[in-house]
């Protein structure tokens, strides 16, 4: 099948996909690459700078992460006398008709891209999905903050296109969910395992009612107390709930991005 995945920023969707590929790959049983295709947003709705910008990154990923040079040798001999409105298709194809099993692909950042360059891409991946596995990846995830019908499909003087009618093959799309209370607690444990600064139980309750365990908060705030609170930096100094609520004001009058 083909998912996206959405999350907002910082909220752990990158790892989360280079530790599936890891695990994909372990097995053995397909050949799984990531790919972050953020470059490619300096072509914004110009394709043919887009997409070759979005195989370069897919190219130079598949040779870094499955040590396959095949590829890259194609490409570089190829990439010229193939048009940027079908170079990704042959890209994917290519690649999974000499991969040796069947392919999976993790594209992140798709949602940096607009227009017309985005419009290709959803189409190119569309266009090939009919010959998987043996010619196509397997299966595909497309990773960014916005889900799929948020897509910034705008042309220049032109209609909108909605993300649906230009990728209606997805399954899914997956959100990201947050840490659960006993994982906001084990993750700030791991502080005192490593450190041990002692923290005052009571301050779990207070995180968790917080943040109800979304990621970047959680994180944010953990950074907050331990480290940007300057008598944190003394680990032999327990911190207490004062201290978090100190540390959560500190966090709120920064104004940070990721708070909106």
């Known amino acids: ?16 996909l280079l530790a599936m590929m890891e695990a ?14 953020e470059a490619a947003q300096a072509a914004r ?10 195989c370069d990154a897919l190219v130079n990923s598949i040779q870094l992460y499955l040590k396959d040079d095949h590829l890259s040798r194609w490409y570089d001999d190829r990439r010229k006398d193939i048009s940027p409105q079908n170079l ?26 607009v227009g017309d360059t985005l ?16 010619a196509f990846p397997q299966s595909i995830v497309l990773c960014g903050v ?36 006993a994982e906001c607690q084990t993750l700030w444990q791991q502080h005192t395992d490593e450190t041990g600064q002692v923290l005052d ?10 943040t109800h365990g979304q990621p970047w908060l959680v994180n944010a705030l953990g950074y907050e107390l331990t480290w940007r609170f300057k008598p944190a930096r003394d680990r032999a100094r327990p911190l207490s709930l004062e201290d978090y609520r100190s540390a959560r004001e500190a966090l709120i009058q920064s104004r940070a991005t990721h708070l909106d």
């Open 24 to 37: 994909i790959n372990v097995r053995g049983r397909y050949a799984c690459a990531y790919a972050n295709i």
């Open 119 to 134: 419009i290709s891409l959803l189409r190119q991946i569309r266009a090939g999905y009919p010959q998987r596995p043996d």
């Open 88 to 113: 990704l298709t042959q890209v994917l194809q290519h690649w999974a008709q000499h991969a040796g099993c069947p392919t999976v692909l993790f594209l992140d950042e798709v949602d940096a891209l």
């Open 1 to 16: 099948r083909y998912f996206v995945l959405h999350a907002p920023r910082q909220t752990g969707k990158t790892t989360t």
């Open 146 to 181: 916005r889900d799929v019908r948020d897509y910034r499909l705008h042309q220049e003087g032109a209609q909108v296109i909605t993300g649906g009618s230009a990728f209606n093959i997805k399954a899914e799309s997956l959100r990201m969910g947050n840490f659960t209370e």
């Open 201 to 210: 139980p009571a301050i779990f309750q207070e995180l968790w009612e917080d």
């Open 45 to 54: 709705g110009n394709e043919e700078k887009g997409i070759p910008a979005v």
